[in-house]
């Protein structure tokens, strides 16, 4: 048998921020393709588009007029998944059937006034802006007492979701921490424990000396596909400093985050040239009035786009029974990326 390779046999990558395993079959990338293909989308839109919610001056569902808002816009989700005044409680039987009420608030941000634009065509200092609104937000809805987590996400594209063009993401802020963040809070905070230092600082030093999945850096942060990407062209932006929450990002970093935003989408758009869909959540400390000395925020892509503007990554099968898996390597992804500055 011939030794093992990481760039030609199957094998398990370890994912430290979760705890969970990757399954990556690099010779099976080259298999054939006959099924579903998405269909691309095509971007024509106006400026602004009378029939849009989410465009200035126009009524959205619940009969509220938007402002003329110049910059970026955010109001409380009039479909609400979560509500403040929910009331508490919990159900259990036998151990096995349980429930507990969740309060929570949902808002939606608008990244700008315009209907045709994405992040990757924003002004820097515009995209700054739609930081300088997360951060108030973290630190408004994190403040309140009855909210545990914030998650700062967006969905676009309508195979991932998106309900509408316009350049919008949303927040979802709760009273317990959700699964993911709890994994990811329970795995930094161990590793600092043991470690003294951040795991992502740590990371960051490993994959800046291996150079091999870097995507974009700047002076403040590093877009990199993660050793463990799930997603084909999965990419996690980490800040150089370890910090836990936006509360505490400087000015000159919003700058920076702005700019690894704008240049990670334009590479993403040019990819298939497509207005490039993903899901975009940031994963920064929860907001329990606890003490989070070991989490570092960072920000995951999440995009399902596989080979072409029309193919897609199916989570199926095997996936879905046991582990989550790829065939082009992460190694191979960044590669193709970088190729693309
Ligand atoms: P998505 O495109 O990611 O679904 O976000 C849009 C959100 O906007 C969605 O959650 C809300 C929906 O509930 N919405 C309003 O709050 N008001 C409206 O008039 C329509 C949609
Ligand atoms: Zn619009």
Redesign the pocket.
Known sequence: MSQFDITEHSHRRFNPLLGEWVLVSPHRSKRPWQGQQESAEKDTRPQYDPTC?LCPTNV???GETNPDYPATFV?V???AALQAESPSGSFTKGGLLRAEGERGICK?ICFSPRHDLTLSDMEVQDIKQVVDLWQEQYLELGALEEIGYVQIFE?KGSVM????PHP?G?IWAQSSIPGEPAKETEQQEAYFQQNGRSLLADYLALELEENTRLVVENAHFVALVPFWAVWPFETLVIPRRHFQHLGQITEEEKFGYADIMKRLSSVYDKLFQTSFPYSAGIHQSPTDGRDYPGWHLHMHFYPPLLRSATVKKFMVGYELMADPQRDITPESAAERLRGLL
């Open positions: 919610y959205r569902a619940n109001f989700n009039d479909f939606v969905n979701g998106s309900s509408n919008h949303q």
